[in-house]
């Protein structure tokens, strides 16, 4: 087995938080369309989802609206949902990639979250994190989920 294929981290974009919210909240309004859509992207962005179906081999179909006016088609396969530990999907149509999302309990209120991007190559991952600012996007929408959960647990 080559290098390419054991080593990954050259081809990977990866974000870890620790929320202050249970794992069973991070995990409900990360899988449920109803909440999704009111947090996800990067700042200044708004989603359209035209299906979710949360299951292995179901589609996320969305378009994510740029705060310029801009409009990015996105297609998620996803690949494993085990609730509410672990969710991996496939990306599409361009970027093509596939992300590991692990939530992992801090005691009882608390939530670890690690979630990783892996592309089919480094100049894939490069020419995303250079033309859709991909590393600075993940941590705006992780910061947009951390606000999200504040919210919902003073409603």
């Not at 999907?89 to 999302?101: I, K, M, N, R």
């Not at 005691?107 to 991952?125: D, I, Q, W």
């Amino acid at each position: 087995m080559s290098d390419e294929n054991t080593n990954t981290a050259e081809r990977e974009i990866g974000s870890t938080r620790v929320f202050d919210a249970p794992r069973e909240l991070v995990w409900k309004v990360w899988t449920d369309p109803e909440h999704i859509g009111r947090w996800w992207g990067p700042n200044g962005f708004s989603v359209t989802t035209k299906q979710f179906d949360l299951k292995p081999g179901g589609l996320w179909l969305f378009t994510m609206h740029g705060p310029d006016g801009t409009d990015y088609r996105n297609e998620i396969t996803f690949s494993d949902v085990a609730p509410p530990e672990r969710l991996e999907y496939d990306h599409g149509p361009s970027p093509v990639f596939h992300t590991t999302v692990i939530f992992e309990e801090e005691g009882s209120s608390r939530t670890k979250l690690s979630m990783t991007a892996l592309f089919p190559t480094r100049a894939e991952r490069d020419r995303t994190i250079e033309k859709f600012s991909a590393i600075e996007g993940m941590k705006q929408t992780l910061g947009r989920l951390a606000d999200y959960l504040a919210a919902q647990q003073a409603a």
